[in-house]
């Protein structure tokens, strides 16, 4: 199974951004799955900013995210999206979408730990 992640680039401090994930494969059963957001920045660590449940009234963000970015997913689309908004030069990383197969419904996937698929990553510069 691959996840693509699209929608990175260049955006200026304040501006915004919509990270997409497809599954690309048409037998991939999305609906098993809990879906992640994780990034890496140069220098750090890999850290887990967002996560949603297979229910997807279940989502988390890390703190540094809460607030300004926004989870979603679309079952039917296979696809899991990523809103961010008001972005900050420290939001400048690599952005990873992850899939975790998830027996409770209201699973939110909050650690890199038994992730099942990852997507190759996507690079979002905030700059002026």
């Known amino acids: 199974v691959q996840l693509v992640e699209s929608g990175g680039g260049l955006v200026q401090p304040g501006g915004s951004l919509r990270l997409s994930c497809v599954a690309s494969?048409?037998?991939?059963?999305?609906?098993?799955?809990?879906m992640g957001w994780f990034r890496q920045a140069p220098g750090k660590e890999r850290e887990a900013i967002s996560c949603?449940?297979?229910?997807?009234?279940?989502?988390d963000y890390s703190d540094s995210v809460n607030g300004r970015f926004a989870i979603a997913r679309n079952n039917p689309k296979n696809t899991t999206y990523l809103q961010m908004n008001n972005l900050k030069p420290d939001d400048t990383a690599v952005y990873y979408c992850a899939a975790k197969v998830a027996v409770d419904r209201e699973y939110c996937p909050r650690t890199e730990s038994g992730v099942d698929h990852w997507g190759k990553g996507i690079l979002v510069t905030v700059s002026s």
């Open positions: 494969e048409l037998t991939f059963n999305f609906n098993r799955y809990s």
């Open positions: 949603i449940a297979r229910a997807a009234y279940k989502y």
